[in-house]
Each structure stands twice: as structure tokens, then as C-alpha cells.
């Protein structure tokens, strides 16, 4: 069983997809029970299209959450076109602060997942937080950047997304990391298919695409959504996926204390493996300026 914490947009797409996809029972629980509700009412409804036969249902009881392999929390306030995701920092700590507290008492032996921005923020949190070891806890951000930048490499050549593979480090939000030597169609790299200026417009249509979408449809709803589903379907089925995702370094990359994005095997215990890729020069250089932005925020956090 899946649960999902926040019945907003983000978190009733996610449901929805993890049913459409057939991964898993889910439970959806928000603090407005009508709207968990709701939502659960208006997905059984859509079930014999997807055929889908097993359960959904909404609620404001977090004990309905007990037994859960996996729990996602989308709860908080969304990004306002005039917001940075640091601006929603501190009025989302306290949210998934509370939030947490409800997991690891009803909950304790799930898989984490974090989705509430700034999501690097609150996975280092929800770890402080929680006492859960870093395998079973990690943030959704560089999956969704992955998603984009495979985008629009492929909308550039004019190419299957499909045979576009690539990475994004870093921080979820505008010092991320788009791994430029690491991306490649079928197995070539884009450096010898791209010109440079290519590359430069495509990084920066990477680390704006969530900022473009919220400007013009006042918040991102559908990507994020698939997103989380897939990373569910790894954990749930085992398929030790290689994604990037938020988690607590302890030396890799020669940092500690705060969580950021990095290649990790994702599989059914959660976190297996955190991949340390060789980088560039520059590379790491943008790597460590999106480590010291998420420390700066760390340290500015109201207690």
C-alpha cells in the first residue's frame, strides 16, 4: 500500500497515475477530509477505464496510513509565480515537520519520500526529524529536472524522448546541476551532436521549465505527477532504477550534513546505492556552489 500525504493538485495527480499504472492500493490523506474524499470518490470512478481493481480511498485519519511500504508527502503551500521555492522554506518546514511526526508513529518502518518544496530542505528535515536511516528516506526534485532536460535534448535534435538519456544533480531549483558529458542519444553523446549553443539553451530551458509552467498555468501538475509514480513503481516492484534524487550525503561527492540530489539506485529498500560519478572541473564547481546555496538555507531555517 501507498500513501499519499496532501490531496492538492501534485498529490491527486500522483494517486492517480500510481492507480493508472497499476502499482498499488493508496490511501490519500489530507487535512480537508472532503477533498481527500472527493478526489478518492472521482478516481474509483475513472477505475474500470484504467481497469484497475484495487482500492483508493481518502481520509483525514493519519492512522489509515498503518502498514504503508511507501509514504509521499506533497502536503504544504504550492510556489506563487512571484515565489522562489525558498520563499515557501519556513511555512513548509513547520507543515512537514508536523507531518512527519504522523509517519514515523503510524508508519515507522515505511519508505519516505518528499515532494513539498524546497524539497532538498525538507528531506534534510524530514531525516533530522524522523531518525530514519538515509536509505529509507529521499526527496523527488533531479528526477522531474531528468525528465525536462531529456526533453528538450530530444525537442532539439528532433529525436525519440524515449532514446534521450540524461542526468540532473544538484539542487532542485536554479543552481541544479543538467550533467551535460553524461547525456547522450542511444548512446551518443549530445556534445558531438549539439553545438554549444545548443547546449547553453537547453540547460537554461532545464533550470526554468518549472518556474515557465507556473508563470503560465500558476503551478506544475502533470510531470511531477507521472514522476512520482515511477519512482513509486521502483521501490514497490523492486527494479533498482538508477535516478537522481535528494538524499543525505555522509562524504559522498566530499560533502555531509544536507541532502541534495544525486544518482542513487532506487529499489525496494529504498536508497541501495549512491552512485559517485567522476565531474568535471566546472562540474564540480556548480555542484559545490548548489551545496553551499542549500547549506546557506539550512542555516537560515527558524527553529
Same mark, same amino acid.
Given at each position: 500500500?501507498?500513501?499519499?500525504?496532501?490531496?492538492?493538485?501534485?498529490?491527486?495527480?500522483?494517486?492517480?497515475?500510481?492507480?493508472?499504472?497499476?502499482?498499488?492500493?493508496?490511501?490519500?490523506?489530507?487535512?480537508?477530509?472532503?477533498?481527500?474524499?472527493?478526489?478518492?470518490?472521482?478516481?474509483?470512478?475513472?477505475?474500470?477505464?484504467?481497469?484497475?481493481?484495487?482500492?483508493?480511498?481518502?481520509?483525514?485519519?493519519?492512522?489509515?496510513?498503518?502498514?504503508?511500504?511507501?509514504?509521499?508527502?506533497?502536503?504544504?503551500?504550492?510556489?506563487?509565480?512571484?515565489?522562489?521555492?525558498?520563499?515557501?522554506?519556513?511555512?513548509?518546514?513547520?507543515? &512537514?515537520?508536523? &507531518?512527519?511526526?504522523?509517519?514515523?508513529?503510524?508508519?515507522?518502518?515505511?519508505?519516505?519520500?518528499?515532494?513539498?518544496?524546497?524539497?532538498?530542505?525538507?528531506?534534510?528535515?524530514?531525516?533530522?526529524?524522523?531518525?530514519?536511516?538515509?536509505?529509507?528516506?529521499?526527496?523527488?526534485?533531479?528526477?522531474?529536472?531528468?525528465?525536462?532536460?531529456?526533453?528538450?535534448?530530444?525537442?532539439?535534435?528532433?529525436?525519440?524522448?524515449?532514446?534521450?538519456?540524461?542526468?540532473?544533480?544538484?539542487?532542485?531549483?536554479?543552481?541544479?546541476?543538467?550533467?551535460?558529458?553524461?547525456?547522450?542519444?542511444?548512446?551518443?553523446? &549530445?556534445?558531438?551532436?549539439?553545438?554549444?549553443?545548443?547546449?547553453?539553451?537547453?540547460?537554461?530551458?532545464? &533550470?526554468?521549465?518549472?518556474?515557465?509552467?507556473?508563470?503560465?498555468?500558476?503551478?506544475?501538475?502533470?510531470?511531477?505527477?507521472?514522476?512520482?509514480?515511477?519512482?513509486?513503481?521502483?521501490?514497490?516492484?523492486?527494479?533498482?532504477?538508477?535516478?537522481?534524487?535528494?538524499?543525505?550525503?555522509?562524504?559522498?561527492?566530499?560533502?555531509?550534513?544536507?541532502?541534495?540530489?544525486?544518482?542513487?539506485?532506487?529499489?525496494?529498500?529504498?536508497?541501495?546505492?549512491?552512485?559517485?560519478?567522476?565531474?568535471?572541473?566546472?562540474?564540480?564547481?556548480?555542484?559545490?556552489?548548489?551545496?553551499?546555496?542549500?547549506?546557506?538555507?539550512?542555516?537560515?531555517?527558524?527553529?
Amino acid at each position: 500500500m501507498i500513501t499519499v500525504i496532501g490531496a492538492g493538485k501534485v498529490g491527486s495527480a500522483a494517486a492517480f497515475d500510481i492507480l493508472r499504472y497499476k502499482i498499488s492500493d493508496v490511501v490519500l490523506i489530507d487535512t480537508n477530509e472532503k477533498q481527500a474524499q472527493g478526489e478518492a470518490l472521482d478516481m474509483m470512478q475513472a477505475a474500470p477505464a484504467i481497469e484497475f481493481d484495487g482500492k483508493i480511498r481518502g481520509t483525514s485519519n493519519f492512522k489509515e496510513m498503518a502498514g504503508s511500504e511507501l509514504v509521499i508527502v506533497t502536503a504544504g503551500l504550492g510556489r506563487r509565480p512571484d515565489m522562489t521555492r525558498f520563499d515557501l522554506m519556513n511555512t513548509n518546514a513547520q507543515i &512537514v515537520k508536523s &507531518v512527519v511526526k504522523e509517519v514515523v508513529k503510524y508508519a515507522p518502518d515505511c519508505k519516505l519520500m518528499i515532494v513539498s518544496n524546497p524539497v532538498d530542505i525538507m528531506t534534510y528535515i524530514s531525516f533530522r526529524e524522523t531518525g530514519f536511516p538515509r536509505s529509507r528516506l529521499f526527496g523527488m526534485g533531479n528526477i522531474l529536472d531528468t525528465m525536462r532536460f531529456r526533453t528538450y535534448i530530444a525537442n532539439e535534435l528532433n529525436v525519440s524522448r524515449e532514446d534521450t538519456r540524461a542526468l540532473v544533480i544538484g539542487e532542485h531549483g536554479d543552481s541544479m546541476v543538467p550533467l551535460v558529458e553524461y547525456a547522450s542519444v542511444s548512446g551518443i553523446p &549530445v556534445t558531438s551532436l549539439l553545438t554549444s549553443e545548443q547546449i547553453d539553451k537547453i540547460v537554461h530551458l532545464t &533550470v526554468t521549465s518549472g518556474a515557465d509552467v507556473i508563470q503560465l498555468k500558476g503551478s506544475t501538475v502533470y510531470a511531477p505527477g507521472t514522476v512520482i509514480a515511477i519512482t513509486a513503481d521502483a521501490i514497490l516492484t523492486g527494479r533498482n532504477r538508477v535516478m537522481s534524487v535528494s538524499t543525505c550525503l555522509c562524504g559522498e561527492y566530499g560533502f555531509s550534513g544536507l541532502s541534495i540530489g544525486v544518482p542513487v539506485v532506487l529499489g525496494k529498500e529504498g536508497v541501495e546505492k549512491i552512485i559517485e560519478l567522476e565531474l568535471s572541473e566546472k562540474t564540480k564547481e556548480q555542484f559545490a556552489k548548489s551545496v553551499a546555496i542549500i547549506k546557506e538555507a539550512i542555516a537560515a531555517l527558524k527553529s
